[in-house]
C-alpha cells in the first residue's frame, strides 16, 4: 500500500497537482460545527472517527483504513 501512495504521488507531482493537507480533524470540526443543534447522533458519529482519523490526510484515507477502523471498533 505505502508503494502505491509514492507512485501517486510520483504521478501527482507530473501532472503538477499539489497533495492534500488537510486533516481529516479539521474537515470534522467544521463539519460538527454545522451540524451543532440539528442532530447530537451525527455529531457523536464524527466524534468518533475523529478519534481515529484527526491526524490523517483526507488524502490518506482509503477504503482500506475505514475498514481497519470499523474492525477496531467492534472490538
Known amino acids: 500500500m505505502r508503494q502505491r501512495a509514492v507512485l501517486d504521488s510520483q504521478e ?3 501532472k503538477g497537482i499539489k497533495p492534500c493537507t488537510i486533516l481529516f480533524s479539521r474537515l470534522s470540526n467544521q ?7 440539528k442532530d447530537h447522533h451525527r455529531v457523536r458519529l464524527i466524534s468518533w472517527w475523529a478519534q481515529f482519523l ?7 484515507i482509503t477504503p482500506e ?3 481497519a477502523t470499523l474492525k477496531q471498533k467492534n472490538h
Open 12 to 14: 501527482y507531482e507530473a
Open 31 to 37: 463539519y460538527i460545527q454545522w451540524w451543532t443543534g
Open 54 to 60: 484527526g491526524n490523517t490526510l483526507l488524502s490518506d
Open 65 to 67: 483504513l475505514i475498514r
